[in-house]
C-alpha cells in the first residue's frame, strides 16, 4: 500500500529584497495626507467636514419636505392638520371626559400649543431614528459625514415647525391671545428645544443603525413619554394640588419635553403665568440642549466608521 501526503501548504511569498515595509507605507500615505477609507476622522476635522457641507444638509432636508407629502391630495396642509386632529381628540378624551381642563384658563390654547410643541418633539427623534438605517444605499454608496443625516432631518422638522406655529398664531388670534413682548421668548425656547431634538436624533439613529427594533419600540416610549409632559394636562396643577410627592413633581417639571412646552405656553399663552414654570427653568432648558446636542453628537462621531455595515 503506497501511502500518499498532503502536498505542504505554501508559504507567503516573501516580499522582494529592498521593497518597502507595511510600516514605511503607511508612514508614506500619512505623509501625503491619505487614511484609511471610511475611517473615523478626529472631531474638530469632523465638524469642519460638516460645515463644508451645510448646502447639502439644507437641500437635503427640502427635497425631502417636499417628496413626503407629494403622494396625498392635500399635501403639505397634513403638517397643519395632524396636530389639529390630534388635538381634537385630546380635548375629547382629556378635556371633556376627563375633565382635565378643570383649574386651567385657556385650555384650548394651552393645549394647542402643547400639541403643536410636542409634535416638533416627537417628529424629531422619529425621523432621527431612521437616518442612518432608512438611508443605507446613500451611506454604502457615497463618503460623506454619517451625522449629515440626522442633522438634514431634524432640519426638516424644524422647517415644518415654523410652518406649524404660522397656523398656531391664527388659532390663537382666533381664542383672544393677542401678540405681547413675551410672545419673542418663543423664539429662544424653540431654538434649545431644535437642540436638544438634533442632539437626542443623533443618539437615536446611531442606536437604530445598529439595532433595527429600536425604531419599532420608539412610538410606545414616546406616547408614555407624552402622558408624562404635561400636554394635556397641567403640571403645575398637580403640583399645587399636594396630591403627589414632591419627588414626582420634580421630576415631571424637570422633564426635558415638559420644560419646553412651559417656554412655548409662557410665551404665547397670556393666562400661563410664571407660576406654572419650574424654579431655573431657563437654565434647565438650556441644560438640556447642551447635554443633548454635545453628548448625542460625540457618541454618534465615536461610530462613524461602523455605519452602512453588516
Avoid at 437635503?60 to 399635501?75: H, V
Avoid at 371626559?97 to 417628529?123: C, E, I, K, R, S
Amino acid at each position: 500500500m503506497t501511502l500518499t501526503l498532503p502536498p505542504p501548504t505554501a508559504a507567503a511569498p516573501a516580499p522582494p529584497p529592498g521593497a518597502p515595509s507595511t510600516e514605511d507605507l503607511q508612514a508614506l500615505a500619512r505623509r501625503h495626507g491619505l487614511s484609511v477609507s471610511g475611517a473615523r476622522p478626529p472631531l474638530p476635522a469632523y465638524v469642519r467636514q460638516l460645515w463644508s457641507r451645510r448646502d447639502f444638509i439644507a437641500a437635503f432636508a427640502t427635497a425631502r419636505l417636499t417628496a413626503q407629502y407629494s403622494q396625498a391630495r392635500l399635501g403639505q396642509l397634513w403638517q397643519l392638520m395632524t396636530p389639529l386632529l390630534n388635538a381634537a381628540v385630546y380635548y375629547l378624551m382629556f378635556g371633556v371626559l376627563m375633565d382635565v381642563q378643570h383649574g386651567v384658563p385657556d385650555y384650548l390654547p394651552f393645549l394647542l400649543t402643547g400639541v403643536f410643541v410636542w409634535t416638533f418633539t416627537a417628529n424629531t427623534l422619529t425621523a432621527g431614528s431612521r437616518a442612518v438605517s432608512g438611508n443605507l444605499g446613500l451611506v454604502r454608496a457615497l463618503h460623506f459625514p454619517r451625522a449629515s443625516l440626522p442633522l438634514s432631518l431634524a432640519l426638516l422638522q424644524l422647517q415644518q415647525l415654523l410652518v406649524s406655529l404660522a397656523a398656531l398664531v391664527v388659532i390663537l388670534l382666533c381664542f383672544g391671545e393677542f401678540p405681547t413682548w413675551s410672545w419673542l421668548l418663543a423664539v429662544p425656547a424653540i431654538a434649545l428645544q431644535a437642540l436638544f431634538g438634533a442632539g437626542a436624533s443623533l443618539a437615536l439613529a446611531r442606536l437604530a443603525a445598529r439595532t433595527p427594533d429600536i425604531s419599532q419600540l420608539l412610538p410606545f416610549m414616546l406616547r408614555t413619554w407624552m402622558y408624562g409632559s404635561g400636554v394635556m394636562w397641567s403640571i403645575g396643577s398637580l403640583a399645587r394640588s399636594g396630591r403627589v410627592p414632591d419627588g414626582v413633581v420634580l421630576a415631571l417639571q424637570c422633564n426635558p419635553a415638559a420644560v419646553y412646552i412651559d417656554l412655548v405656553r409662557y410665551a404665547l399663552v397670556e393666562s400661563y403665568t410664571s407660576a406654572n414654570l419650574p424654579p431655573h427653568v431657563w437654565a434647565l432648558a438650556t441644560g438640556w440642549a447642551v447635554l443633548a446636542f454635545v453628548g448625542g453628537f460625540v457618541w454618534f462621531w465615536k461610530a462613524e466608521e461602523t455605519y452602512g455595515r453588516g
